[in-house]
Nanobody, 124 residues
Framework: QVQLVESGGGLVQAGGSLRLSCAAS????????MAWFRQAPGKEREPVAV????????YGTDSVKGRFTISRDNAESTVYLQMSSLKPEDTAVYYC?????????????????WGQGTQVTVSS
């Protein structure tokens, strides 16, 4: 049974930092591209960052470039999202996702597995 379990969310002041983690089980982690998506209240889900099975990184929105870093630890089957210089507009539920279907990795429909989400709230 596949599980993606996110952790690390919480309440932080603007300008602060958080590191999200997503622990995967039930999959051969090294075969999967991993991603973080987020969904703010009343808004559509948007891609935040992707890391391919071989470590290639891409960021889905210009607003996080230079502030967020995605990484993975294959030995721990875990993907991370280091977030710094947080802004109130980063407030959202953050979801981890996994796919090995390739293609356009910013399209959430390509992902087979999703975590339950972790809330990030940034106060001004």
């Amino acid at each position: 049974q596949v599980q993606l379990v996110e952790s690390g969310g919480g309440l932080v002041q603007a300008g602060g930092s958080l590191r999200l983690s997503c622990a995967a089980s039930g999959i051969t982690f090294t075969e999967y591209d991993m991603a973080w998506f987020r969904q703010a209240p009343g808004k559509e889900r948007e891609p935040v960052a992707v890391i391919t099975w071989n470590g290639g990184r891409s960021y889905g929105t210009d607003s996080v470039k230079g502030r967020f870093t995605i990484s993975r630890d294959n030995a721990e089957s875990t993907v991370y999202l280091q977030m710094s210089s947080l802004k109130p507009e980063d407030t959202a539920v953050y979801y981890c996702a996994a796919t090995r279907s390739g293609g356009y990795l910013f399209d959430g429909r390509r992902y087979n597995y999703w975590g339950q989400g972790t809330q990030v709230t940034v106060s001004s």
